[in-house]
């Protein structure tokens, strides 16, 4: 069985308002055996899109190789727009070491919740994902049930919108179940009544295209 231990410790600050929520990097992050267009930073797998999302959103100009000057230019946007990243795995087992969440054993959960207690400007949780089984909210929603807390619903329509209260600070937090950012997601994208209307309209738009756009409303 193959440790897969996430390589990157929760990127947080003081005055973090949103922070993005996965489960954890294809396991070549976790050894180290990165491709030359990979980034060594979250979500910086090179088949990932939530950097390139992010990258049209705010027209960022970013560059995409194993550099510092690429890790440092995330990092810095982030400050920016007050944005963290927290996945919520720390750990899980594999017997077949690739990035896929069902294949995920054993799941050991960062406390999301004591974490936002000690960070008092969040407000929003950015899924990259459901709550299909080992998606970060299905992990998220079994993270809460140690707390006694549960998921309010306030949006049906993908992504869907929840909200909750801090089991210590009461304070309210709000939860978006983002369209995950990968392809193995866009046969689930290209089956969404919202997408099939978008491109009755506009016949050029792809499945990264749709993406834009939701994420655009959360993001900015």
């Known amino acids: 069985m193959f440790c897969h231990q996430h390589p990157y410790p929760p990127f947080l600050f003081s005055n973090?308002?949103?922070?993005?929520?996965?489960?954890?990097?294809?396991?070549?992050?976790?050894?180290?055996?990165?491709?030359?267009?990979?980034?060594?930073f979250c979500y910086g797998s090179r088949d990932g899109q939530l950097w390139p999302i992010l990258d049209r959103i705010f027209d960022l100009k970013l560059s995409f190789e194993d550099t510092e000057e690429a890790v440092a230019h995330r990092k810095e946007f982030l400050r920016a727009h007050k944005l963290g990243i927290c996945d919520i795995v720390e750990t899980a087992y594999r017997e077949k070491i690739d990035a896929s969440d069902l294949g995920m054993q054993e799941v050991v959960l960062r406390d999301l919740v004591e974490i936002l207690?000690?960070?008092s400007s969040v407000h929003t949780l950015l899924f990259t994902g459901g709550n299909s089984k080992n998606?970060?909210?299905?992990?998220?929603?079994?993270?809460l049930k140690q707390y006694n807390v549960k998921l309010a619903l306030i949006d049906s329509e993908v992504p869907r919108?929840?909200?909750?209260?801090?089991?210590?600070?009461?304070?309210?937090?709000?939860?978006?179940?983002?369209t995950a950012p990968s392809g193995a997601a866009n046969r689930a994208v290209g089956s969404m009544s919202a997408y099939k209307r978008l491109k009755k309209e506009h016949p050029n738009i792809n499945t990264v295209d749709f993406r834009v756009l939701q994420y655009r409303n959360h993001f900015l």
């Open 117 to 119: 207690e000690r960070y």
């Open 161 to 178: 919108i929840h909200e909750f209260r801090l089991p210590k600070s009461d304070r309210l937090i709000r939860t978006v179940s983002l």
């Open 16 to 40: 973090t308002e949103k922070v993005i929520v996965g489960t954890l990097p294809p396991p070549r992050f976790t050894t180290g055996d990165l491709k030359p267009d990979d980034v060594n």
């Open 135 to 143: 998606g970060p909210e299905y992990f998220f929603r079994r993270h």
